[in-house]
């Protein structure tokens, strides 16, 4: 069966601009696509299970799976509006991510390619990120934001 019948009958695709299009590159085409994890804990939990598994069976099909462990982001926490997510330090973000890597392989093997975000952005600093970036977003343009404001 197709991978795009596959999953359309596990219900794993609602919304289809191009249904042809995403039919040939599902099925004709070997494609790379991502999936991120957090590293806010030790170990993978069951909330993880179904990106894993609909990671493994688009691997089955022949499409090359990136895990990108958010290990910069974990550093950043998750804050809401009733409560903060307490902050972890650099050496138990890195030790997190290195353990959820781990697991992972246990699952898709070495023919995923397993990235952490933390190494593209160690090295950046405030100074030339501000400088560089921060220029083109006004405090206006910021404020008018649900997430800032």
Known sequence: MSLYKTLQQRDMIKDVSDELLATS???NEKTTFYCGFDPTGQSL???HLVQIVRMKLLQSYGHHPIVLIGGATGLIGDPKQTSERKLLTLEASLENASKIEKQLKHFLGE???YVNNYDWVKNIDMIG???DYGKQFSINYMLAKDTVS
């Open 25 to 27: 590159l599902l099925d």
């Open 111 to 113: 023919n995923a390619t």
């Open 45 to 47: 939990t069951v909330g």
């Open 129 to 131: 990120f501000l400088r």
